[in-house]
């Protein structure tokens, strides 16, 4: 459903969507894109419905929301359709990038959340310990909208979705108008394992129901897409001080140094620039390989890419899932190329009616270039011979972005310390993207590519607000600071520090 054209608006005025399909471009349906009015009756609903999912305790939301693992394994032939039919994937990457982290995730969150969730004790140090004890309370924001892109649009759905239930939201998600049943499918998948309907709602619609949504009365954004409307939503959402996390876009780097096992950098090179069509946020935009081992890199790159079967629904690579995403792809290579820059396999659209374009690796590109500065989304591997790691890292950091790297080489510790050197939310050795599928890793943009993490304690915490409640013990308080001052209150304050921390023993005590 990825060609998306307005249609007449219907008889009550609400205006329409028509989308067609990438592979055959055949009409699949229309879609009505939901009013303002509507979206904010779900925000109220849902808000209505939070109180009693909240007073739910976790453990049950957690039993609940794990029943949707039985729902994914029952229906994950739907599931695989439902995506296809919206973006054309092909049924591997269907599974691999939808199917078996949604199952993973809600497995994971639903384990975690009980432990992760639960009101905390914490120590107090040094000269509060006698006075005071913390406790922490992770209390549901209220109700969340969730906003999410057409790359992944499964599984991008659901992970935040099942995440801000688990803190004891309900949620509003709005789905890609290019992809949107398959969002709607994963709100279905958790009704069905008993979420209820007002605690999950699904509206639908292009920019302006999201935009419609940031504006309603909402308690967090979690906001997936692209840097410029992220933007648009870190403004609006500054407007009425709501909290967001932004997943952005990308040019993820990768590097190939001197002593990295070839065959699997080439590999890695052609698949991780060009799984999901080259539509993914982590996707490796730019390769820069070490001078004394580029020839023989390229040689292994380009008789890998050529051997990419593509052009039909079976291939390995699929089409691009949006037409806007064709003129996007085929001007960043047209600017390369008229800036000097060598097409060595594909190169342009692949014939047809479909969105397919050839798997594609280009050299001789500078920082000049808009492939190699701007998120291209395509299946295209981009090489830039350089000196040393020195330069690499450099090179990889020159950029507006700063979502994941990779390093291939096959020193851990070296991967270590050039992965530490990146301005990057995330670095893979010997691998790359898949850090998106490892729940523990606080997964988060720098730079332009985002505000907060979606993954990792931070992200299920996040749609959460901790709340300190401290408790005054018995028998010992920090009265002698209150009303009335007198000297003996100075001379209390002087010693503790003069004495306390002034002594570098009863400092450490204190500490
Ligand atoms: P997009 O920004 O065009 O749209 C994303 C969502 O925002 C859609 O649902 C859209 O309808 C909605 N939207 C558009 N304008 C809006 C507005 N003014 N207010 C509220 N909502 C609005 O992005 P896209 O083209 O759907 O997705 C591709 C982008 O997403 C790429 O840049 C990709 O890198 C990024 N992405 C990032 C991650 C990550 O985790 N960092 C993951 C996947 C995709």
């Not at 291209?376 to 507006?400: K, W």
Request: glycine share 10%; with cysteine; aromatic share 6%.
């Amino acid at each position: 459903m990825a060609i998306v054209q307005p249609q007449p608006a219907t008889e009550d005025g609400r205006r329409r969507l028509s989308l067609s399909n990438p592979v055959d471009r055949h009409h699949v349906g229309d879609l009505e894109v939901s009013t303002k009015a509507e979206v904010d009756a779900a925000v109220e609903r849902a808000r209505k419905a939070q109180a009693e999912w909240a007073a739910r305790p976790v453990a049950e939301r957690a039993r609940i929301l794990r029943g949707a693992i039985d729902v994914l394994v029952r229906r994950r032939d739907e599931i695989v359709e439902q995506v296809r039919a919206e973006t054309g994937k092909p049924k591997a990457e269907a599974l691999t990038i939808e199917v078996v982290p949604a199952c993973d995730f809600v497995n994971f969150w639903c384990k975690r959340a009980p432990k992760d969730l639960r009101d905390e004790k914490r120590r107090l140090h040094g000269y509060l310990l006698p006075m005071k004890k913390l406790r922490i309370k992770y209390q549901p924001l209220g109700v969340v909208g969730v906003i999410t892109p057409w790359n992944a649009p499964f599984v991008l759905s659901l992970n935040p979705v099942v995440q801000a239930l688990l803190a004891g939201n309900s949620v509003v998600l709005k789905p890609s108008e290019v992809t949107p049943r398959s969002g709607e499918l994963a709100v279905k998948v958790l009704h069905e394992a008993g979420v209820p309907t007002d605690v999950l709602q699904c509206v639908h619609g292009d920019g302006e129901t999201g935009a419609a949504l940031v504006d309603g009365a909402v308690d967090k954004i979690s906001f997936t897409g692209s840097v410029q409307t992220g933007r648009a939503i870190a403004a609006a959402c500054a407007k009425k001080l709501t909290p967001y996390t932004l997943e952005l876009g990308g040019k993820d780097a990768m590097i190939v140094c001197d002593d990295a096992d070839l065959e699997r950098a080439a590999s890695g090179a052609a698949y991780l620039s060009m799984f999901n069509s080259g539509q993914v946020c982590l996707s490796v935009e730019r390769i820069y390989v070490v001078e004394s081992v580029a020839d023989e890199f390229i040689r292994l790159l380009e008789e890998k890419v050529s051997a990419l079967r593509y052009g039909s629904e079976d291939g390995d690579v699929g089409p691009l899932f949006f037409d806007r995403q064709v003129d996007v792809v085929s001007g960043h290579l047209e600017d390369a190329k008229n800036k000097g820059a060598k097409v060595l396999v594909g190169g342009s659209r692949a014939a047809g009616d479909g969105l397919f374009f050839q798997p594609t690796v280009v050299v001789d590109v500078t920082h000049d270039m808009q492939l190699m500065t701007e998120e291209t989304f395509g299946p295209i591997a981009t090489v830039m011979r350089v000196r040393d790691e020195d330069e690499a890292v450099r090179l990889a950091n020159d950029s507006q972005y700063g979502l994941g790297g990779s390093v291939f080489t096959k020193d851990a510790a070296k991967a270590e310390r050039i992965g530490g050197q990146l301005k990057t939310g995330s670095v893979v050795h010997n691998d790359a993207a898949v850090i998106y599928g490892v729940p523990e890793a606080p997964f988060g943009g720098r730079k332009d590519s985002g505000v907060g993490q979606v993954n990792g304690l931070d992200s299920l915490r996040g749609f959460t607000h901790a709340q300190p409640i401290l408790l005054t013990r018995g028998g010992s308080s920090n009265e002698s600071v209150w009303y009335p001052y007198t000297d003996k209150t100075i001379r209390n304050l002087e010693g503790l520090i003069q004495h306390g921390f002034g002594n570098k023993f009863i400092r450490k005590l204190l500490s």
